[in-house]
């Protein structure tokens, strides 16, 4: 155990605020549950609420693990989820964007999908 004059010394970390993004809701996961469900449910609400705007770009999957303070796995899973909802497409080479079309249940769909037939 080190001396108390030795622990004065070392200045010890501030706790990190997740996604310190302006205008943005922080991102404070819950202890229990799955970090990427949380995250997908984070960033859908952005979505729904208009702060992510169809056709907006999400940032690439290693910038949202930067800036959400989360694994790269993570941040893949957490866009894999978002596009299963609907809320985002993918487009390769290109990037992550805001789905373009709603409907009326509710979850958007991919650009390009066709509509369900019965």
């Known amino acids: 155990m080190p001396c108390e004059d030795c622990l004065r010394l070392v200045p010890l970390p501030q706790p ?21 469900e949380q995250l997908a449910d984070h960033l859908a609400q952005l979505i729904e609420t208009g702060r992510l705007r169809p056709g907006t770009p999400l940032p690439a999957e290693r910038r949202l693990a930067q800036q959400y303070d989360v694994s790269l796995g993570t941040a893949r899973h957490a866009t894999q989820l978002l596009r299963a909802r609907g809320l985002v497409v993918t487009v390769p080479a290109k990037g992550t964007f805001v789905a373009d079309a709603v409907p009326e249940g509710g979850h958007r769909r991919d650009l390009g999908d066709q509509p369900e037939t019965p």
């Open 16 to 36: 990190l605020e997740r996604n310190k993004v302006a205008g943005e809701p922080a991102f404070r996961p819950e202890p229990t549950g799955y970090v990427y």
